[in-house]
């Protein structure tokens, strides 16, 4: 592993791999904790999570944009990441809705800090023929502990006999160990000064921005309708009979497979290329989507979920890594800032939906629209110059 990627992409593997061990422990149960013992609907479940997720996508924007200015990436991750540790206690606290959506709000935005600096990071310190792999490898190190995260929740859950609050707490301790990390192993490359004066996140620069990226960024905001948060899944899962201390086993099976095949994807899309992988990618999202929308079984169910993460490997890495390709070198932090807001607030517009469909007309309804936005997006894929080669 050392051998192929560089020093500071293996650490912020681990960095990434560590926080969402933290953050899944408590995502895992957000839902029922939030509709059993707080008593919240379906509706305020999608608001936080769309909330949440669009925050963190639009923070991207100012703070990618601010690591170009500044020229330095490293300071915005420690302070994205350590504020999101210190959120992790406030869930097992809250005592009201409100309370969570003000702790996850908070954490998203920990997250937004973070994202934009951290994508261009990789980028600044692996060679253009190693992005697919490198982007990849991040992606596998954060959902192996996307992964951890629910075992542990799961094993912790049956040793406390149910206490999810406690479950929240210890969500602190890998958390720190992910800034620890960070703060001790990742060394941010010397990057060399542009000539004239700094970027500005302004008209101007946004305009320096080429039509290929902006292909890439039209793909990713339809995406991010066909996908739809996890926080449904869960709840599907709960219809089909499986018990709340059991949920979190959907997230183990997405994250599994997900974990997979990044990796792989990523390093086959450096010698392939990006869109037919991508167009694969979301033909799986539209079958699992259709096999959630009619699934009144769980066999049926987890094959959806199963195919949910088969696509979130196909897709993400390569997505990352197709913003890299398409962005000049001075404007990546920027760049990935918009490709994230963009996204960010297609999701807030898909859960939001999701909820009030799932409140109007059941599962079938939520994922079955979900299913539409996804054939649009492999029509894009298809249509997009920048992306079919």
Known sequence: MRAILPRGVVALGFVSLFMDISSEMIHGLLPVFLTGTLGASVILVGLVEGLGEAVAQI?????????????????????????AALTKPLFAL????????????????????????????????VPVAERGAAYGFRQSM??????????????????TGGDIRLVFALAI???????????????????????????????????????????????GAVMAFARISEAFLILKVVDVGVAAAHVPVVLVILNAVYAATAWPAGALSDRLG???????????????????????????????????????????????????????????????????????LATLA??????????????AWAFGAAGVAALLALGLVRVLPALRG
Do not use: C
């Open 142 to 159: 954060d959902t192996v502990g996307a992964f951890i995260g629910p075992l542990l929740a799961i094993a912790l859950m049956a040793l």
């Open 350 to 363: 898909a859960n939001g939906a999701a909820g009030l469909l799932w409140a109007a007309g059941g599962s």
């Open 274 to 344: 990006r869109g037919g992988l991508l167009g694969i990618s979301i033909a799986v999202l539209a079958l699992a989507l259709g096999l959630l929308a009619t699934a009144g079984g769980l066999a049926a169910a987890l094959l959806g979920i199963a195919l949910w993460g088969l696509h979130m490997g196909l897709s993400q890495g390569l997505l990352s890594a197709a913003v890299a390709d398409a962005a000049p070198a001075a404007l990546r932090g920027t760049a990935f800032g918009v490709f994230n807001l963009a996204g960010g």
């Open 59 to 83: 923070v991207k924007v100012f703070s990618g944009a601010l690591s170009d200015r500044l020229g330095r990436r490293k300071p915005l991750l420690v302070f994205g990441y350590g504020l």
């Open 94 to 125: 809250a005592g009201s809705a409100g309370v969570v959506l003000a702790a996850r709000v908070t954490d998203r935005i920990g997250k937004g800090i973070r994202g934009a600096p951290r994508d261009a990071l990789v980028a600044d310190l």
């Open 173 to 219: 301790l890998p958390a720190l160990l992910a800034v620890a990390i960070l703060v001790a192993a990742v060394r941010e490359p010397a990057r060399h000064e542009a000539t004239g004066p700094r970027p500005r996140f302004d008209r101007e620069t946004l305009a320096r921005l080429p039509a290929a990226y902006w292909s890439v960024v039209a793909l």
